[in-house]
């Protein structure tokens, strides 16, 4: 397509390869942003475009605080719900833009009482966050994100009352909802989710020998009295929890999930010794396999796996001081729950990744963890000479006051010298990246 202006001639790009570039620039990236704002005031079909996709990804920021009677939000002069809203009040159609709204917590002083505005704090009504959700007719995902303690426990029941019906209507009628900043979700936020396809529900912990404080946060779902709650159209499932809680959702979703993100917070149930030249093993409890063989329609899975250092508590009879320095992991049920796997599927490729990080363990202890009994575990099943199941494994090393990559240099010497790994690395079957 040509257009005259004065005496020269312009070629135009056609209207659907400029959407492809558009759409392939990082509005979190300042650079791209940049460009895209600069290209709006090119002509009225740019604007469009350039808005979309600025507007596709919201990020709002309120902050959030605790006080005797839960956890709540607010507006300063540092937020911007409430500026977003005045935004779309005055160019109504930039609303319709948006299909995923983030929202970032950050933990902060309240205004003094004689300089709170109107409609500042989320138990009012009125509150920006609530009136600027239902204008956004397009939202298809609605994610959360605390960033400090100061927001208050990430516990839904210490939640002020209007934010917990907000997130509750969110649930209940958006396709894609993050949630994982908060546990103790009760069955009843869920009894009523038909449009709900991804749900993210976790909480982080930094060690893996940590069991969650509420470690029966989960348990009140899978009892018979909330068979209400129905997951049966779920596609995507992030979570963190223990092993019943996880099994218990799966029987909601096995015969819809087609992507499954879990850590199996099993670590602390199996200690390793690396004191001596022996690498010896003990199993504290039996190991709680998850059961993945109902996941027929699976295409990716994506298991957290990790081995921190610890001292082994000697038998009460002996003396403190022989204590056993050594380690907890849950790799070995990370490799007992991939053998579950069925080999029958509905779908001709399973990609499986398998992240391990170690925690706080030395770079001259690593070569002494019993990397030949995990690899071999994880490796050596016929299901690894299966082409229709690729598998990545991923080894990151968290320690204070020492260079990331120097651990990863280690990594890598270490598990090249593994004659399994080469086997079937050779073969193109497994790829193992180091960072």
């Known amino acids: 397509m040509t257009a005259t202006v004065g005496h020269r001639h312009h070629q135009f790009l056609p209207n659907d390869v400029l959407e492809t570039v558009i759409s392939n620039l990082d509005t979190t990236f300042v650079p791209d942003r940049t460009s895209l704002h600069n290209l709006s005031y090119t002509n009225y079909i740019l604007k469009t475009m350039c808005q979309k996709q600025l507007f ?25 719900g409430r500026r977003f809203l005045q935004l779309i009040r005055h160019s109504p159609h930039l609303a319709r833009y948006v299909q995923v709204f983030n929202l970032n917590v950050y933990g902060g002083l309240p205004p003094h009482n004689s300089t709170v505005s109107e409609n500042s704090l989320s138990n009012d009504a009125a509150f920006p966050l609530y009136v600027i959700l239902p204008q956004l007719l397009n939202i298809r995902k609605f994610a959360i994100r605390l960033d400090s303690d100061k927001v208050g426990p990430p516990s839904w029941s210490k939640l ?9 209507d969110i649930l209940q009628r958006l396709p894609q909802v993050n949630l994982r900043g908060y546990f103790g979700l009760p069955p009843s ?40 709650i129905d997951l049966t159209g779920l596609k995507t499932l992030e979570i963190q929890a223990p092993v019943p809680a996880i099994a218990g959702i799966l029987r909601l979703c096995s015969g819809s999930l087609e992507s499954l993100d879990f850590r199996v917070q099993a670590a602390g149930q199996s200690q390793f010794n690396y004191s001596s030249e022996s690498q010896s093993s003990e199993s504290m409890y039996g190991p709680p396999v998850l059961d993945l063989s109902d996941l027929c329609n699976l295409r990716e899975l994506t298991i957290h796996a990790a081995i921190s250092q610890r001292s082994i508590r000697p ?15 849950d790799l070995p049920y990370v490799a007992s729950m991939l053998r579950t796997l069925s080999m029958r599927r509905n779908f001709p490729i399973l990609k499986i990744r398998v992240f391990i990080k170690t925690y706080d363990i030395p770079g001259d202890l690593l070569g002494a963890i019993a990397w030949s009994q995990f690899v071999g575990e994880l490796l050596t099943d016929e299901q690894w000479t299966n082409k229709d199941v690729v598998l990545e494994v991923k080894l990151e090393a968290y320690i204070e006051y020492e260079h990331v990559e120097s651990l990863s240099g280690r990594f890598r010497a270490i598990w090249e010298q593994e004659e399994c790994l080469k086997r079937i690395t050779e073969k193109g079957l497994v790829r193992v990246f180091f960072q």
């Open 56 to 80: 596709s990804d919201t990020y709002i920021v309120v902050k959030g605080r605790r006080n005797k009677t839960g956890t709540y939000f607010f507006e300063d002069n540092t937020t911007t």
């Open 160 to 168: 002020d009352t209007r934010l917990q019906e907000f997130f509750t």
């Open 315 to 329: 038998p009460l009879f002996l003396p403190a001081e022989s204590q056993i320095s050594g380690y907890d992991t």
């Open 189 to 228: 936020v869920f009894a009523n989710c038909p449009a709900l396809k991804e749900l993210h529900i976790a909480r982080s912990y930094r060690h893996a020998s940590v069991e969650p404080a509420d470690s029966f946060f989960m348990d009140p779902w899978f009892t018979p009295e909330s068979g209400v």
